[in-house]
Each structure stands twice: as C-alpha cells, then as structure tokens.
C-alpha cells in the first residue's frame, strides 16, 4: 500500500530540486536545498517509496542524520501554491571509494533520473569517467530518505 498519494507523487515526480530538513544536536531544523530523484515504489528497493539524494560526507545534513535519521523533505510546485512534504527515516550509503562501487553506480542512477526529469528523458552526463572520478574525489554518498508519512496540497 503506497504511503504517498498519488496527486503528491506526481508533484515529487515533477521536479528535480527539494528542500531536506535534519535536526541539529540542539534540534533546530538544518534547512538544505538538494536535487534529488523520486523512486516510488522501488523495485530495486523491496517496493519501498524513497527519495535518493547526493551528498559530500562532512556536510552539516550528513552529521545531523548520523546522529538522528529522521528527516523531512519538501518540494514545491512552480506556483508556490502546491506543496508536497514526505516524511521518513534516511539510510546513508557508505562513502564512494571506487569509481565503479555499488555507491557510485548509485549516484550515477540519481544523476540520470533528476537530470532526465528536467529535459523529459534519461539524463546522460558528457564524461562519465570524469563524474565517477569525482564523486570519489568530492567524497560523495547517498542519503535515501525512506518514506513513512506524506503530506501536502497539490493544486492544478
């Protein structure tokens, strides 16, 4: 049974940036605007609803959801009157090492998927090589923010 409906997937679907909250050690919310992919119900993943995000290791978002995994994660629609929030705990992958490991070959799937939903197809970077380079490079990861709770208003 999916946790998102469908009028506020189809706004996750949409669009390619987002806003992600974690909570700092004092428990004021740490406000990040991230591009991200929207996989629901994810084959690769159990069926599970998740949003993937890439990120460095050593941001402020990474710290704050190693020490508390709850998140939250807006997006808006091109009005501003259409909001969608989901709402979840977040897994973190281990940090790229390898230009072809399995967190790689992830942030590769995340690059594909956002950048095609801005241009209406498979988004392909012009030297992959370069991208694999330097997502170990920038020390890159993972966060996907697996959804337990949706919310919003989604207008036409």
Avoid at 111 to 138: I, K
């Amino acid at each position: 049974m999916p946790v998102v409906p469908a009028d506020i997937a189809g706004l996750l679907a949409s669009r390619q940036n987002g806003t992600l909250a974690t909570l700092r050690r004092d428990g004021r919310p740490q406000l990040s605007v991230v591009t991200y992919a929207w996989y629901p119900h994810d084959p690769d993943d159990g069926g599970r609803e998740i949003v993937r995000i890439s990120t460095v290791d050593g941001r402020a978002k990474v710290a704050n959801l190693r020490r508390d995994p709850r998140a939250s994660f807006l997006v808006t629609g091109g009005s501003g009157w259409s909001y969608a929030v989901v709402e979840g705990t977040v897994e973190l992958s281990p940090v790229a090492t390898f230009h072809d490991d399995e967190t790689v070959e992830e942030l590769v799937r995340i690059y594909r998927d956002a950048a095609g939903r801005a241009h209406g197809e498979a988004g392909e970077h012009p030297d992959w090589a370069d991208y694999r380079r330097a997502m170990v490079d920038d020390h890159r990861l993972v966060a996907r923010l697996v959804v337990e709770h949706a919310y919003g208003l989604v207008r036409s």
